[in-house]
C-alpha cells in the first residue's frame, strides 16, 4: 500500500470544454514515515493521467515534454499528515468527441508515489465532454471586419508578376547553363533510402452501426525511395512476404490493381536545374520471401493492412495507401471530420474505388525532401511544377 | 446482457507474430434470436484487444473502410458467431508476454468483452 492517498477533484464535471478542463489532485500522507513525491514530475498529465472513454479504451494524452533537471531528482518530502496538491489544466484536447470520460491519478513509479507492483491510484472521476461550440472553421463569420489598425498590403500591378516570373525563370537557366558547362553538374544523381515511420490515427465519431470503429490504431510505413534523375521518377518499393495461400494470377491482379490506382498519377516538384518538371511518383509492390517491408495474410477478405482478401482487388489499394502512410478519411480522424466511407466523390482513403489525393503522398514526399535534403511539393501530373 | 465472448489464441507461444491465431466467438446465451451487426467482428483490429506486460495497449492497423450498410445476422438462442483472425498480431510487435480479449462493440451500450488470453512471442 502505497503512503500516499491521491485525492481527485474537479470543480466542473458535466458539460465540459475539453481544452478548458481543470483537474486537481491532492496527495496525503497517511503514513507515520516521511513520503516523497517529485511534484514536478507528477505534473506531467502523460505520465500520471489515465483517461478512458466511455468503452474503457485509454484517450492518449500528447507526450510529456523532455525530462528536466527537477524531473530527475527524487522529489520533495511530504511528511505525516502533509498534503500537496496539483492542478492539471487544459490536458484534454479538444477534438475528443463529446461524452463521458473517465480519470484517475495512476503513479507506478517511487517518483510519482507508486510501484509496478503497487502504483498509487485515485479513485476514478467521471467528466462529460460537451460538443465544440462556435463557428465552424472555414466559414466566414459575418459582419467580422479587419480593426482599423489591420496593415493591409498594398497590391502590386498585376502585369508586375508574369514580368517578374520571366526574369527569374531566364536567371534561372543561365544559372543551370553556367552550372553544367563550368561545373560540369550532370543529371545523373540516383539516391535511394530505406524509410520506416510510426504511423498512428484516432477515429472517433463513428455513427450507430459503426461504433467499434472509434479507437486509436497503428502501424508502420516502411518502404524503400529512390529519387533518379536520369529518368526523373520517384520510385517507392514496398517488399511484402505473403503468408498462406493465393494464385499467381490473384497476386497479379492485386499489383496491377494497386499500382494502377497509385501510379502516374503525381510528381514531386522542387525548383532544380535537373528534371526540372518534376519527378513523377511510381510505386512498386513486390512480393518476396524474406528482407520484407510488411507481412501480408491472405484470407478471403481484406480486414486490415496486413490481411487482405484473396480476391479483392478494390479495398487492398485502400490499405497499400497506409502502407505509404497515409490515413484514413472517414469519420473523425486525428479530429479532422471527413464523414462517411466510400462517398462517391471520396478520394482513397474513404473510398477505396477512387484514385488518391496529392496529400496521400505526404510521407513520400517528406522522404523525398530528407534524401535530397529540399523541400518538395506534390503536384498532378498533367500540371507543370 | 444475452450475449457472450470467449477467445483462443493457438498457439500460445511462437517465435514469428503471424503464426498466432485469435478465434472469437460471440454467443448467443438467451433465451430467444437477436440481430447482431457482424461488422465489428470483421476485423482483427475492431475485434481485439491487445496489451502488453506493462498494460500497455497495442495499436492495430486501421480497420477497412466501413461498408454502407451494417451487415446484420440472425443468432439464434445457444448459436455462435465464429470469427477468425490468423496472422493478427503486426509484423513489427516486440517479443514478449501479451494479453489480448475478444470485444464486441455495437451501439452505445456497454461492449462485450471476453476474458483476457495470455500468448508469448519469442524472439527468433
Known sequence: MPQLEAEVRSERREDVVAGEFVFSVTFTNSSAEPARLNVHQASHPALVLDVRDRNDRPVLLPPPSAPDKEDLEEGQIIRPGESVSIDYVGFLDRSLAPGEYRIRYFGEFPALGGSKEDPLRSEWLTVTLRPERGFVPGIEIPGFKPAPDDHLPRRKPPWLRPIFIFIWNWLWRLWCWILRLLFGRRCDDVRSQEFDQARTETISNAPPGSEAWNGTYGWRARFVLTLDEPNCRARVVIRVRLVGSITAAQRSAWESAIEAAWNSRFKLCRRSCCCSDGLQIATDIQFVSSGEHQVVNVGSTTTNMGNWGASDTVDVSHEFGHMLGALDEYFTVNGVNWGAGRQATGAIMNNPANPPAARHYDTVRQAAGTLRSATYSTTAQSSSC | ?124
Open chain 2, 1 to 124: 446482457m444475452t450475449l457472450a465472448a470467449s477467445l483462443t489464441i493457438d498457439p500460445s507461444e511462437a517465435n514469428t507474430a503471424e503464426r498466432f491465431v485469435a478465434i472469437c466467438r460471440l454467443i448467443n446465451r438467451g433465451d430467444e434470436g437477436v440481430s447482431v451487426n457482424v461488422a465489428p467482428l470483421s476485423s482483427p483490429s475492431l475485434a481485439l484487444e491487445i496489451r502488453d506486460i506493462s498494460g500497455s495497449p497495442v495499436l492495430l492497423p486501421p480497420p477497412p473502410v466501413p461498408p454502407a450498410t451494417a451487415p446484420i445476422e440472425r443468432l439464434d438462442a445457444g448459436q455462435e458467431r465464429v470469427a477468425e483472425f490468423a496472422g493478427f498480431l503486426p509484423s513489427w510487435t516486440e517479443p514478449g508476454v501479451y494479453r489480448a480479449r475478444c470485444r464486441y462493440v455495437s451501439g452505445p451500450d456497454e461492449p462485450t468483452f471476453s476474458d483476457w488470453v495470455s500468448f508469448r512471442l519469442t524472439s527468433r
